[in-house]
């Protein structure tokens, strides 16, 4: 089946610095990729929707040039947290949307990058 | 006001129970997801719907379009059931809206 491979699985930084996460869809193409955040005993929020070649789809409330995202290729999309501060601190997790059975929507996530910010 | 609302919050079970895990919404949507997080955090897509039923194992989903309504079965539970599961729906052209999520925890 479709695996998405999420890279790091954990990071520390310190304040100020920016981090990278890769999100890779490894065994099929990815026209649509989504970032959501996830606090402690919180539910999943979607942070933006990044699509292939194109300007990623904010949601309310995040800031654009905070959280960078690039969708350069099918396979893969990055966000960057650009200077982290400790109330980034979260974990990110990233989704992949691919043609399933039957033309049927299939997502399939990532396992995560659990982000401490010192 | 696009809402999605799971129940129970939290719920313990015995080995072998079967499982009812519900979720609610407030408008017409265009498809529904069942995803299980494990304690690390790493999130499986169960099930995508957009009527009727679908069945995968001892994992049973139904959706009733007509109440807004999804359920979410586990027939003989087993410990390792235990897991937050989580709700979220596509409303028309918007992206997913998750529910609260549900802990399940199955004692041995």
């Known amino acids: 089946g479709a695996v998405v491979s999420q890279h790091p699985s954990w990071v520390i930084c310190k304040s100020g610095t920016s981090v990278k996460i890769e999100c890779r869809s490894l065994?099929?193409?990815?026209?649509?990729m989504f970032w959501y955040r996830q606090f402690p005993k919180q539910s999943l929020m979607l942070m933006a929707t990044?699509?292939?070649?194109?300007?990623?789809?904010?949601e309310q409330g995040v800031e654009k040039d905070k959280f960078l995202i690039n969708h350069a290729s099918l396979t893969l999309s990055t966000l960057t947290v650009t200077s982290a501060h400790p109330e980034d601190s979260s974990f990110y997790i990233c989704?992949?949307?691919?043609?399933?059975?039957?033309?049927?929507?299939?997502?399939?996530f990532g396992a995560g990058s659990r982000l401490t910010v010192l | 006001k696009n809402e999605v609302e799971q129940s129970p919050q939290n719920l313990t079970a015995q080995e072998g129970e079967f499982i009812t895990i519900n979720c609610s919404y407030s408008v017409g949507i265009s498809a529904l997801h069942w995803l299980q997080q494990h304690p690390g955090g790493g999130i499986v897509s169960l099930f995508m719907l957009s009527s009727g039923k679908k069945k995968h194992g001892r994992l049973i989903a139904t959706i009733n379009i007509q109440e807004k309504h999804s359920s979410l079965h586990i027939t003989a539970s087993h410990p390792r059931d235990s897991a937050v599961y989580i709700c979220a729906v596509r409303f028309s052209a918007r992206q997913l809206t998750f529910g609260s999520g549900t802990q399940l925890t199955v004692l041995p």
């Open positions: 065994d099929f193409q990815a026209t649509t």
């Open positions: 990044s699509n292939e070649g194109s300007k990623a789809t904010y």
């Open positions: 989704s992949a949307r691919s043609q399933g059975f039957a033309g049927a929507n299939v997502l399939t």
